[in-house]
Nanobody
C-alpha cells in the first residue's frame, strides 16, 4: 500500500502563489509516475501535472508556464509550485502515485483563488 498526504492549500488572491506538498509513505518501491490532479465544483477531475521517476515533467496546457512540479526522492515528497494563480485554478488538488499498474490517491487539499 501507498499513503499520500497533501498539504499547502489555502486561500490566495489572484496573481498569488502557493506550494503544495505530497508526502509519500508505505510501499514506495516501484512508484514510477507521481502527479497532481484537481477537481473544481461540478467538474470532472483533471490532470494538472505529472513527473516521472527520472524527473521528466508534463503539464496541462492550462498551467504551463505558471506551475512547476518537482520531486525530492530523499524526502519522498512531490511538490507543486503554483504561481500567477487565477480564480479558475480554484479546486481540490489531489496527489496521485502510480505503482506498477495501481493508482493511489491522497485525500486532497483545497485551493481557493479569490479576492
Amino acid at each position: 500500500q501507498v499513503q499520500l498526504v497533501e498539504s499547502g492549500g489555502g486561500l490566495v488572491q489572484p496573481g498569488g502563489s502557493l506550494r503544495l506538498s505530497c508526502a509519500v509513505s508505505g510501499s514506495i518501491n516501484g512508484i514510477n509516475i507521481m502527479g497532481w490532479h484537481r477537481q473544481a465544483p461540478g467538474k470532472q477531475r483533471e490532470l494538472v501535472a505529472t513527473i516521472t521517476s527520472g524527473g521528466t515533467p508534463n503539464y496541462a496546457d492550462s498551467v504551463k508556464g505558471r506551475f512547476t512540479i518537482s520531486r525530492d526522492n530523499a524526502r519522498n515528497t512531490v511538490y507543486l509550485q503554483m504561481n500567477s494563480l487565477k480564480p479558475d485554478d480554484t479546486a481540490v488538488y489531489y496527489c496521485k502515485a502510480r505503482r506498477y499498474f495501481t493508482d493511489y490517491w491522497g485525500q486532497g487539499t483545497q485551493v481557493t483563488v479569490s479576492s
